[in-house]
């Protein structure tokens, strides 16, 4: 890709880029919620992005001392699709979580308080009764956050990447399939490939690019029928030899992001 030297001497890309979406998924393994404008930390997770997660059963977690634990202690889509079928919304500032059904509301409580959760792990067992080990049990621990990886990053696809992989797999493919917190507009694919160990700038925003991002069986999963359909895993694989798509990033630099904000990378 070109790139032409800024005011400050750093290179920067000329394709141009910006905010197509924002989101983040306040309880892991359970559907997104679209946000307008979102303000981030530096070394931080976007505000209630995983922070919540479903216990399967007994695990080794502790909330006194909260640490890093594989996904497959908690529901999540790589192996629990029929949490597909379930749309959610949180209101940040109850910390209440309502779930739908259908269209149709089957439970709702403030996750901040026992009897709120209470209502909803109430549902979870009985929606889920077939997959559990064990009563399930939401959990959460100041400041701790459940994403797949033990370092608060934030996950970022492109849409130009998006509609390539469509047209590899001749199919129309649902972008929150990929569970990205920033999803940006782009027009070439797969530069962001080329994005590793660089800046993205969004207004006053820096995040630096940590790595590629590997992918599991929950991108298989049809976010409509909550079925899984071909293996986009696979297919990355035959194209490229690995199942990359997407990149992690760490913020570096906090401030606010909202839709249709210009991007550019930096060297």
Same mark, same amino acid.
């Given at each position: 890709?070109?790139?032409?030297?800024?005011?400050?001497?750093?290179?920067?890309?000329?394709?141009?880029?910006?905010?197509?979406?924002?989101?983040?998924y306040?309880v892991k393994?359970?559907?997104?919620?679209?946000?307008?404008t979102v303000?981030?930390?530096?070394?931080q997770?976007f505000?209630?992005?995983?922070?919540?997660?479903?216990?399967?059963?007994?695990?080794?977690?502790? =909330?006194?001392e909260?640490?890093?634990?594989?996904?497959?202690?908690?529901?999540?889509?790589?192996?629990?699709?029929?949490? =597909?079928r379930?749309?959610t919304?949180?209101?940040a500032?109850?910390?209440?979580?309502t779930?739908?059904?259908e269209?149709?509301?089957?439970a709702?409580?403030?996750?901040?308080?026992?009897i709120?959760?209470?209502?909803?792990?109430?549902?979870?067992?009985?929606?889920?009764?077939e997959?559990?080990?064990?009563?399930?049990?939401?959990?959460?621990?100041?400041?701790?956050?459940?994403?797949?990886?033990?370092?608060?990053?934030?996950?970022?696809?492109?849409?130009?990447?998006?509609?390539?992989?469509?047209v590899?797999?001749?199919d129309?493919?649902?972008?929150?399939?990929?569970?990205?917190?920033i999803?940006?507009?782009?027009?070439?694919?797969?530069?962001?490939?080329?994005?590793?160990?660089?800046?993205?700038?969004?207004?006053?925003?820096?995040?630096e690019?940590?790595?590629?991002?590997?992918?599991? =069986?929950?991108?298989?999963v049809?976010l409509?029928?909550?079925?899984?359909?071909?293996?986009?895993?696979?297919?990355?694989?035959?194209?490229?030899?690995?199942e990359?798509?997407g990149i992690?990033?760490k913020?570096?630099?906090?401030?606010?992001?909202?839709?249709?904000?210009?991007?550019?990378?930096i060297?």
């Amino acid at each position: 890709m070109t790139s032409q030297s800024g005011d400050d001497g750093q290179k920067k890309h000329r394709e141009q880029i910006s905010v197509h979406s924002l989101h983040r998924y306040p309880v892991k393994g359970l559907s997104a919620e679209n946000l307008d404008t979102v303000t981030v930390e530096a070394n931080q997770c976007f505000p209630f992005d995983r922070a919540y997660a479903i216990e399967n059963g007994p695990s080794r977690f502790n =909330a006194k001392e909260p640490k890093f634990l594989p996904k497959i202690n908690f529901l999540a889509l790589m192996k629990h699709e029929r949490l =597909a079928r379930l749309d959610t919304s949180f209101e940040a500032e109850t910390e209440t979580l309502t779930i739908f059904r259908e269209g149709r509301q089957v439970a709702k409580g403030n996750l901040s308080t026992s009897i709120g959760r209470n209502m909803i792990e109430q549902f979870i067992a009985a929606f889920m009764r077939e997959e559990l080990k064990g009563p399930p049990k939401l959990q959460s621990a100041p400041n701790h956050h459940f994403a797949d990886c033990p370092d608060p990053l934030v996950h970022i696809i492109t849409t130009a990447s998006a509609k390539a992989l469509e047209v590899i797999l001749n199919d129309k493919v649902d972008l929150k399939r990929f569970r990205a917190n920033i999803v940006l507009e782009t027009t070439t694919p797969w530069t962001e490939k080329q994005w590793v160990n660089k800046v993205i700038k969004i207004g006053d925003v820096e995040i630096e690019v940590i790595d590629e991002t590997g992918r599991c =069986a929950a991108i298989n999963v049809d976010l409509e029928t909550g079925k899984r359909g071909r293996s986009i895993p696979a297919t990355l694989t035959q194209h490229f030899n690995n199942e990359n798509f997407g990149i992690y990033g760490k913020i570096i630099k906090g401030g606010q992001l909202s839709l249709k904000d210009a991007a550019q990378i930096i060297e």
